[in-house]
C-alpha cells in the first residue's frame, strides 16, 4: 500500500504530519477519526478529521494536496444524494399536513 505524509490543522494533532494510506486514486480518505482514551477509563472519544486542500493550481485550479482539518462536530458523512430522504421533523403530522383544517 502506498501511503503520503499529511500534516493535520486544528484540535489535539495541530501541526502534527502523519502518514495516511491513499487509496487508488491517490487521494487519502475523505475522514480520518482518531480514537483517544478517556482518563477516567470510561469508553475512548473519537476525534474527526475531515478532508481538504493544501491549495490550488493557478491555472486549472486543481489541488495541490491535501491536509485535514478538525472537524469539532464530529458527526457522521450523510449521502447528498438527490433520492436520499430528509429529516423528519420531531413534529410532523402522519398521514397529513400540519396545517389542514376541518370546514
Known amino acids: 500500500m502506498k501511503s503520503e505524509d499529511t500534516p493535520f490543522e486544528g484540535g489535539p494533532m495541530d501541526g ?16 480520518y477519526r482518531i480514537p483517544v482514551p478517556d482518563a477516567a477509563g470510561g469508553p475512548p472519544t473519537e476525534v474527526v478529521y475531515r478532508r481538504v486542500p493544501r491549495g490550488h493550481s493557478r491555472r486549472l485550479g486543481l489541488p495541490l494536496g491535501w491536509k485535514y482539518a478538525y472537524d469539532p462536530t464530529g458527526r457522521a458523512d450523510r449521502p447528498k444524494w438527490p433520492w436520499s430522504k430528509p429529516d423528519t421533523a420531531p413534529d410532523a403530522t402522519p398521514g397529513g399536513r400540519a396545517d389542514d383544517t376541518d370546514g
Open 16 to 31: 502534527r504530519v502523519l502518514p495516511v494510506l491513499v487509496g487508488p486514486t491517490g487521494h487519502p480518505p475523505k475522514t
